[in-house]
């Protein structure tokens, strides 16, 4: 028995050595690791966001006071790109938000009656060109108390039919194009309920002052066409003395943000501005042509 163990582990040690002579593979080949299956959550992005904003503009045209936001975005790769830079990727975005004003003064109005809320539901679809990126996008608003808001559950539209609507859709064209810290902006949307063409330029230009902390310059400019302008108001020449412009420019906006990184994934932005309005603009706010105003909103990033 002790002679045929002995025989066989030298006929083993013979071959292991004919083996390594020969150069062949080991007799045990080493194991291939096994890939992790991809999911559609893993590589799902997602950001949920509160605010407060002492004025509400929109596009150079005032809403209300005292508001609060709320805000949800999902972002899902499409295609992976092929570049370095991730030039070629397609992504679909989809988002929801609710505004409202908490109080909102009106002068000779008792029990700050003024109401105002909107709804936003909105989806988009964004393709990395390397150097920018192109976004295309669908919008609906929804303005339970009009877009002009309502005092006692009353529309306060002035008999203008844009100001009093309930709701409004849009499709809108956008591009993006990173410089460094600097950040350049375009867009196009036109309002399906309207038929009106609204164009927007952005910039901004990121300063880092530590790892938590940045100081963010801003500035837009916009410009409409047939874009709520109020022309057909009976109380806007009255209340003016001057009928607003159907076309022309709506606003230039500055702003200084300092985004502060609280955690790994939470971010808390304070701001304040400065609203400059334009000539299409300047008749139809019933606040300031110029104003200053600010507020914070808490970013959530997944």
């Not at 393709?127 to 990126?133: A, H, M, N, R």
Request: glycine fraction near 10%.
């Amino acid at each position: 028995m002790t002679s045929l163990i002995a025989k066989s582990v030298a006929v083993l040690a013979a071959c292991a050595a004919l083996n390594a002579n020969a150069g062949t593979a080991p007799a045990k080949a080493p194991v291939e690791p096994v890939a992790e299956p991809s999911t559609l959550f893993d590589s799902m992005g997602a950001s949920i966001s509160a605010a407060y904003d002492s004025r509400y503009y929109f596009r150079g045209l005032w809403f209300a006071d005292n508001i609060i936001s709320t805000f949800i975005n999902l972002s899902i790769p499409l295609i992976s790109g092929t570049g370095e830079d991730g030039a070629g990727s397609l992504s679909l975005g989809v988002g929801a938000g609710y505004i409202s004003t908490l109080q909102t003064p009106q002068p000779g109005v008792t029990n700050q009656a003024f109401d105002y809320s909107e709804y936003d539901i909105y989806t988009s679809l964004s393709y990395d060109l390397g150097w920018s990126t192109l976004g295309v996008q669908y919008q609906y608003y929804g303005y339970p108390d009009t877009y002009s808001g309502s005092i006692n559950g009353t529309g306060v539209n002035n008999g203008d039919p844009e100001m009093g609507l309930t709701g409004a859709h849009e499709l809108g064209v956008t591009l993006t194009i990173p410089v460094g810290a600097f950040n350049f902006y375009a867009g196009y949307y036109y309002d399906l309920t309207v038929n009106g063409q609204y164009f927007q330029l952005a910039a901004d230009y990121t300063i880092a002052v530590t790892d938590w902390l940045s100081i963010v310059p801003s500035v837009q400019g916009g410009y409409g066409i047939d874009y709520y302008t109020g022309t057909r108001s009976f109380a806007n020449a009255a209340f003016t003395g001057v009928a607003t412009q159907s076309s022309g420019f709506t606003h230039v906006l500055f702003s200084i943000s300092t985004p502060i990184q609280l955690t790994k994934i939470a971010t808390l932005t304070p701001y304040v501005a400065w609203n400059f309005a334009g000539s299409t603009r300047n008749y139809l706010n019933v606040t300031h042509d110029n104003e200053i105003f600010g507020g914070v909103k808490l970013s959530v990033a997944f």
